[in-house]
């Protein structure tokens, strides 16, 4: 019992001091630092406004640049998790081929600075919100915050996993996972609204995850109601993945030192 | 009788070797090319059915050329590398130094890392920030403690990480090359920094091309040569005084 403490501590300390390596090595490269990582995403949305909202007019949601800037915000936090596990263990080469640990923490570390740079930028939502007069529909928070939460962390850990493990193997995996990455962004509602998708499509639609999430978390702004059919379908998609990926990474695990 | 803190027993170790490298993109094109490989892949056996016992407080030296699998045999008892044919058993906390800047990230600063490395070998933070001080007092590298480390040089590097493996308190040590690229007052802080280890009971293996080095740390030594032990012993057996002279030409 005594050594089970002792290594949930060991472990919540090594997560700690990788996320809080990578915190510091996003922000203190560069002059700007966080205002960056804020602005660049921002920028993005004022882009897609003007492209999808005012010249290509696809972008007919209510409260537009809200609903851009929601979904983009979850965009980034999901693609820059996966993106960077891609590279966490060749970038971390000198840690893991000279110390003995799990490689997984790694993955984790990512995931958990991410997540902290998305709970930073919330404050921004919120001063948008504010400006568009929308309340939040507070008894929506905390079941569509819990099922959109859960589901993103599985199908974010669960693809970082099996990128991070494959990308030692292949190592070109990156180049195409940035089509993938590209392509993903296009199938989710990032900037078009759900209800541009068929209703008879809609239920192949939301088998992507991340347009399941998505819609969960606007749902928070937006809809009137609770969808529970909104629940499922990420739960099992990203489980799956979660369990695929985990398996991959565990295999491949023994190998990561000696193929750096 | 004690067990012994490491048993190793026919440990082989081969590494694929492909002039290829095969991304996605190649394995593809190249899918027949790549599955042959695949099937038979060609080796290279860097350490060759090794058997070594290892009794709690022994000193060894580990010596042989370059290529000869030093590096790889501590990689293997530190749990770097997991992969492999044979028995190892290894019963005590490892802690251990394989390269500078092993284990320890470049553009973290000397304390941050001290923390990091600390860590992930095994400690928490707080016994981490408690020992803090020691290592460094030990690197006594000034200023530099709060410098990123790409700025260190190889001699800063070898001060701090080995002020880190030998403050954690290890019941195995294993430092690989470390005491090459020091002083001779770094030295004699090694040498005396290992002694309070072992006399605490510590298990210590040093790699080192250099005689007196293993003279001086060690009590029992092993040379390795194409992956093979051919040698272990006592080190007056193994490494005897006053060697004959390189260059006796006639």
């Known amino acids: 019992m005594a050594v089970g403490l002792k290594n949930a501590a060991l472990i919540r300390d090594q997560i700690l001091v990788l996320v809080q390596k990578e915190f510091k090595l996003k922000y203190n490269s560069t002059a700007l630092g966080f205002a960056w990582c804020l602005l660049v995403p921002l920028l993005m949305c004022v882009v897609y406004y003007v492209v999808f909202g005012m010249l290509m007019r696809v972008g007919r949601a209510p409260n537009y640049f809200l609903y851009l800037i929601s979904g983009n915000f979850l965009w980034q936090f999901f693609q820059g998790v996966v993106m960077q596990n891609g590279t966490v263990l060749t970038k971390n080469s ?63 850990i669960g693809v970082s996993y099996l990128y991070a493990a494959l990308n030692i193997v292949f190592r070109d995996l990156e180049r195409m996972m940035r089509i993938v990455m590209q392509v993903w962004l296009y199938a989710s509602p990032v900037f078009i609204p759900v209800t541009m998708i068929p209703v008879k499509w809609r239920f192949y639609y939301m088998l992507n995850p991340m347009a399941s999430i998505m819609t969960l978390w606007r749902n928070i702004f937006y809809s009137p109601q609770l969808d529970w059919r909104l629940y499922l379908p990420p739960l099992i998609v990203g489980g799956l993945l979660f369990l695929l990926g985990r398996a991959v990474f565990r295999r491949l695990q023994p190998q990561f030192a000696e193929r750096m | 009788m004690e067990r012994p803190i490491i048993e190793i027993s026919h440990l082989t170790k081969q590494f694929k070797l492909s002039n290829r490298r095969y991304g996605l993109k190649g394995v593809l094109l190249h899918l027949v090319d790549y599955l042959h490989d695949m099937r038979h892949p060609r080796m290279f056996t860097a350490l060759d059915d090794i058997s070594l016992s290892v009794r709690r407080g022994e000193r060894i030296g580990l010596t042989g050329q370059n290529g000869c699998g030093k590096t790889t045999l501590l990689s293997v008892i530190g749990g770097v590398y997991r992969s492999y044919r044979g028995r190892v058993d290894v019963r005590g906390r490892v802690s251990m130094m394989l390269a500078l800047g092993a284990g320890m990230h470049p553009e973290l600063s000397g304390r941050e890392n001290i923390i990091l490395n600390g860590v992930l070998q ?8 408690a020992l803090m001080d020691d290592i460094v007092d030990f690197a006594d590298i000034g200023e530099f403690i709060d410098a990123p480390l790409y700025q260190y040089s190889s001699g800063m590097k070898a001060r701090l990480g080995f002020g880190v493996i030998t403050a954690i308190d290890p019941e195995i ?21 290992i002694g309070g280890l072992l006399e605490r009971g510590c298990t210590l293996f040093l790699v080192s091309h250099n005689a007196n080095d293993i003279r001086r740390n060690c009590d029992r030594v092993i040379r390795l040569d194409y992956g093979r032990v051919v040698a272990d012993g006592p080190v007056a057996e193994v490494i005897p005084e006053a060697p004959v002279p390189a260059a006796s030409t006639p």
């Open chain 2, 122 to 129: 095994g400690k928490t933070r707080r016994e981490m920030q």
């Open chain 2, 173 to 193: 040590l294993l430092v690989d090359e470390v005491l090459a690229v020091g002083d001779a007052e770094f030295k004699k802080k090694c040498v005396r920094r």
């Open chain 1, 94 to 156: 000198t840690l893991l081929k000279k110390a003995n640990f799990d490689e997984s923490l790694l993955i984790w570390g990512t995931f958990f600075a991410e997540a902290l740079h998305f709970l930073l930028v919330i404050p921004v939502l919120i001063v948008a919100m504010a400006l568009y007069r929308v309340a939040p529909q507070w008894y929506s928070i905390l079941p569509n915050l819990l099922g959109a939460a859960v589901s993103l962390i599985l199908l974010a």
